[in-house]
Protein backbone atom coordinates (compact mmCIF):
# COMPACT_ATOMS: atom_id res chain seq x y z
CA UNK A 1 0.00 0.00 0.00
CA UNK A 2 1.71 2.78 -1.55
CA UNK A 3 -0.47 5.62 -0.54
CA UNK A 4 -0.31 8.76 -2.31
CA UNK A 5 2.39 8.80 -5.05
CA UNK A 6 3.61 12.27 -6.99
CA UNK A 7 6.22 12.26 -9.85
CA UNK A 8 8.22 13.91 -10.45
CA UNK A 9 9.73 15.11 -6.85
CA UNK A 10 11.79 17.92 -8.60
CA UNK A 11 11.63 19.62 -11.86
CA UNK A 12 13.21 22.80 -13.40
CA UNK A 13 11.13 24.68 -16.48
CA UNK A 14 11.69 27.01 -18.71
CA UNK A 15 9.20 29.91 -19.30
CA UNK A 16 6.51 28.75 -21.46
CA UNK A 17 7.20 24.90 -21.40
CA UNK A 18 4.31 22.56 -20.80
CA UNK A 19 4.32 19.49 -18.45
CA UNK A 20 2.38 17.15 -16.33
CA UNK A 21 2.59 16.43 -12.77
CA UNK A 22 1.58 12.79 -12.08
CA UNK A 23 -0.35 12.03 -8.90
CA UNK A 24 -1.61 7.96 -8.07
CA UNK A 25 -3.43 6.67 -4.84
CA UNK A 26 -3.80 3.03 -4.07
CA UNK A 27 -6.54 4.05 -1.31
CA UNK A 28 -9.53 3.50 -3.79
CA UNK A 29 -10.56 7.16 -2.54
CA UNK A 30 -13.27 9.36 -4.23
CA UNK A 31 -11.73 12.44 -4.12
CA UNK A 32 -8.70 13.87 -5.35
CA UNK A 33 -6.97 17.13 -4.63
CA UNK A 34 -4.07 19.50 -5.92
CA UNK A 35 -2.87 22.17 -3.68
CA UNK A 36 0.06 24.85 -4.18
CA UNK A 37 2.18 25.97 -1.28
CA UNK A 38 4.19 28.97 -2.10
CA UNK A 39 7.44 29.54 0.34
CA UNK A 40 5.79 30.68 3.94
CA UNK A 41 2.47 29.90 3.18
CA UNK A 42 -0.23 27.62 3.72
CA UNK A 43 -1.54 25.24 0.69
CA UNK A 44 -3.98 26.47 -1.90
CA UNK A 45 -6.53 24.30 -3.91
CA UNK A 46 -5.98 24.21 -7.38
CA UNK A 47 -8.65 21.70 -8.64
CA UNK A 48 -10.63 18.86 -6.67
CA UNK A 49 -12.66 15.64 -7.97
CA UNK A 50 -15.12 14.10 -6.26
CA UNK A 51 -14.97 10.93 -9.08
CA UNK A 52 -13.63 9.46 -11.94
CA UNK A 53 -14.87 12.04 -14.77
CA UNK A 54 -15.87 14.53 -12.85
CA UNK A 55 -13.35 17.94 -11.73
CA UNK A 56 -14.18 21.47 -10.27
CA UNK A 57 -11.79 24.66 -9.85
CA UNK A 58 -10.25 25.53 -6.43
CA UNK A 59 -9.16 28.51 -5.23
CA UNK A 60 -6.61 28.86 -7.99
CA UNK A 61 -7.04 27.17 -11.42
CA UNK A 62 -5.58 29.93 -13.75
CA UNK A 63 -2.58 28.22 -15.99
CA UNK A 64 -3.78 24.62 -15.15
CA UNK A 65 -5.55 21.73 -16.24
CA UNK A 66 -6.84 18.39 -14.59
CA UNK A 67 -8.55 15.24 -15.55
CA UNK A 68 -9.60 12.29 -13.79
CA UNK A 69 -10.07 9.06 -16.14
CA UNK A 70 -9.73 7.05 -13.48
CA UNK A 71 -10.41 6.32 -9.41
CA UNK A 72 -6.50 5.53 -9.32
CA UNK A 73 -4.93 8.94 -11.20
CA UNK A 74 -5.33 12.25 -11.33
CA UNK A 75 -2.73 14.28 -13.37
CA UNK A 76 -2.40 18.21 -13.18
CA UNK A 77 -1.28 19.53 -16.24
CA UNK A 78 0.78 23.09 -16.65
CA UNK A 79 0.53 25.05 -20.32
CA UNK A 80 2.57 27.73 -21.10
CA UNK A 81 4.68 27.66 -17.36
CA UNK A 82 5.35 31.10 -15.69
CA UNK A 83 7.31 32.27 -12.81
CA UNK A 84 4.35 33.01 -10.56
CA UNK A 85 4.00 28.98 -10.71
CA UNK A 86 7.23 27.82 -9.28
CA UNK A 87 5.91 26.86 -5.49
CA UNK A 88 5.47 23.01 -4.06
CA UNK A 89 2.77 20.82 -5.67
CA UNK A 90 0.77 18.35 -3.55
CA UNK A 91 -1.90 15.94 -4.39
CA UNK A 92 -3.89 14.31 -2.00
CA UNK A 93 -6.71 12.18 -1.52
CA UNK A 94 -9.66 11.25 0.86
CA UNK A 95 -12.49 9.11 0.95
CA UNK A 96 -15.67 10.75 1.57
CA UNK A 97 -19.08 8.31 1.91
CA UNK A 98 -21.44 7.63 4.96
CA UNK A 99 -19.19 5.96 7.32
CA UNK A 100 -15.74 7.41 6.21
CA UNK A 101 -13.26 10.21 8.18
CA UNK A 102 -12.68 12.20 5.49
CA UNK A 103 -9.20 13.17 6.51
CA UNK A 104 -7.12 14.23 3.30
CA UNK A 105 -3.99 11.73 2.87
CA UNK A 106 -0.62 13.88 0.82
CA UNK A 107 2.13 13.13 -1.30
CA UNK A 108 5.50 13.96 -0.80
CA UNK A 109 5.28 16.84 -2.96
CA UNK A 110 6.79 18.06 -6.55
CA UNK A 111 9.22 21.23 -6.69
CA UNK A 112 8.80 22.89 -9.51
CA UNK A 113 11.26 26.01 -10.60
CA UNK A 114 10.08 27.85 -13.75
CA UNK A 115 13.08 30.18 -14.88
CA UNK B 1 -15.60 33.12 3.06
CA UNK B 2 -14.28 30.89 5.65
CA UNK B 3 -10.06 32.16 7.15
CA UNK B 4 -7.88 30.62 9.56
CA UNK B 5 -5.10 32.57 11.13
CA UNK B 6 -1.77 31.84 12.90
CA UNK B 7 -0.68 34.15 14.80
CA UNK B 8 2.70 33.22 15.89
CA UNK B 9 5.15 32.36 12.63
CA UNK B 10 7.56 30.25 15.10
CA UNK B 11 7.70 28.94 18.17
CA UNK B 12 10.70 27.51 20.38
CA UNK B 13 10.05 24.99 23.25
CA UNK B 14 12.92 22.67 25.59
CA UNK B 15 12.34 19.10 24.88
CA UNK B 16 10.73 17.17 27.29
CA UNK B 17 8.46 20.07 27.81
CA UNK B 18 5.16 21.43 26.89
CA UNK B 19 3.68 23.70 23.97
CA UNK B 20 0.85 25.15 22.61
CA UNK B 21 0.21 26.26 18.85
CA UNK B 22 -2.27 28.88 18.67
CA UNK B 23 -5.14 28.58 15.41
CA UNK B 24 -8.86 30.66 15.57
CA UNK B 25 -10.66 30.76 12.31
CA UNK B 26 -13.86 32.68 11.18
CA UNK B 27 -16.92 30.75 9.67
CA UNK B 28 -20.52 31.58 9.67
CA UNK B 29 -21.15 27.58 9.41
CA UNK B 30 -22.03 25.75 13.04
CA UNK B 31 -21.09 22.05 11.89
CA UNK B 32 -17.21 21.50 10.17
CA UNK B 33 -14.11 19.59 10.69
CA UNK B 34 -10.87 21.02 11.88
CA UNK B 35 -7.48 19.80 11.65
CA UNK B 36 -4.00 20.10 12.79
CA UNK B 37 -1.33 18.66 10.01
CA UNK B 38 2.55 18.31 10.66
CA UNK B 39 5.04 19.29 7.67
CA UNK B 40 8.44 17.92 8.67
CA UNK B 41 11.49 18.73 6.28
CA UNK B 42 10.81 16.27 4.24
CA UNK B 43 7.51 18.50 2.84
CA UNK B 44 5.61 15.52 3.27
CA UNK B 45 2.28 16.54 5.27
CA UNK B 46 1.36 14.34 8.07
CA UNK B 47 -2.24 14.32 9.58
CA UNK B 48 -1.69 14.99 13.85
CA UNK B 49 -5.15 15.35 14.94
CA UNK B 50 -8.65 15.78 13.51
CA UNK B 51 -12.25 17.66 15.51
CA UNK B 52 -15.74 17.70 14.59
CA UNK B 53 -17.16 20.78 15.98
CA UNK B 54 -20.44 19.25 16.89
CA UNK B 55 -18.31 17.19 19.46
CA UNK B 56 -17.69 18.96 22.48
CA UNK B 57 -15.28 16.80 23.85
CA UNK B 58 -11.29 18.10 22.23
CA UNK B 59 -9.95 15.44 20.47
CA UNK B 60 -6.41 13.76 21.60
CA UNK B 61 -3.57 11.56 20.03
CA UNK B 62 -1.10 10.31 22.35
CA UNK B 63 0.99 13.36 23.24
CA UNK B 64 -1.55 15.62 21.18
CA UNK B 65 -4.29 17.79 22.60
CA UNK B 66 -6.82 20.25 21.07
CA UNK B 67 -8.27 22.84 23.23
CA UNK B 68 -11.58 23.64 21.16
CA UNK B 69 -13.45 26.61 21.98
CA UNK B 70 -16.38 27.16 19.46
CA UNK B 71 -17.92 30.27 20.42
CA UNK B 72 -14.44 31.62 20.63
CA UNK B 73 -13.56 30.33 17.33
CA UNK B 74 -10.68 28.83 18.96
CA UNK B 75 -8.60 25.63 18.15
CA UNK B 76 -5.18 25.45 20.21
CA UNK B 77 -2.84 22.60 19.72
CA UNK B 78 -0.72 21.19 22.80
CA UNK B 79 2.08 18.88 22.62
CA UNK B 80 3.32 17.50 25.43
CA UNK B 81 6.29 16.00 26.55
CA UNK B 82 8.00 17.39 23.27
CA UNK B 83 10.65 15.23 21.27
CA UNK B 84 13.09 15.98 18.68
CA UNK B 85 10.91 14.85 16.12
CA UNK B 86 8.16 16.95 16.67
CA UNK B 87 10.39 19.84 14.86
CA UNK B 88 8.43 20.93 11.81
CA UNK B 89 5.83 23.48 10.50
CA UNK B 90 2.33 23.19 11.92
CA UNK B 91 -0.82 23.91 9.82
CA UNK B 92 -3.99 24.59 10.82
CA UNK B 93 -6.80 24.04 8.45
CA UNK B 94 -10.65 24.11 8.35
CA UNK B 95 -13.27 21.94 6.00
CA UNK B 96 -16.59 23.44 5.90
CA UNK B 97 -19.87 21.04 5.09
CA UNK B 98 -20.89 23.79 2.01
CA UNK B 99 -17.07 24.38 1.01
CA UNK B 100 -17.17 21.31 -1.57
CA UNK B 101 -14.81 19.31 1.12
CA UNK B 102 -12.05 22.14 0.65
CA UNK B 103 -9.31 22.68 3.22
CA UNK B 104 -8.67 26.39 4.39
CA UNK B 105 -5.09 26.61 5.35
CA UNK B 106 -3.80 28.56 8.05
CA UNK B 107 0.26 30.26 7.43
CA UNK B 108 1.35 27.59 9.26
CA UNK B 109 3.67 27.97 12.74
CA UNK B 110 7.38 26.71 12.81
CA UNK B 111 8.29 24.86 15.99
CA UNK B 112 11.66 24.18 17.23
CA UNK B 113 13.13 22.00 19.47
CA UNK B 114 15.56 22.67 21.88
CA UNK B 115 17.51 19.47 22.84
Known amino acids: NAGVTQTPKFRILKIGQSMTLQCAQDMNHNYMYWYRQDPGMGLKLIYYSVGAGITDKGEVPNGYNVSRSTTEDFPLRLELAAPSQTSVYFC??????????????FGPGTRLTVL | AQTVTQSQPEMSVQEAETVTLSCTYD???????LFWYKQPPSRQMILVIRQEAYKQQNATENRFSVNFQKAAKSFSLKISDSQLGDAAMYFC????????????WGAGTKLIIKP
Open chain 1, 92 to 105: ASSYFGTSSTDTQY
Open chain 2, 27 to 33: TSESDYY
Open chain 2, 93 to 104: AYRGMDSNYQLI
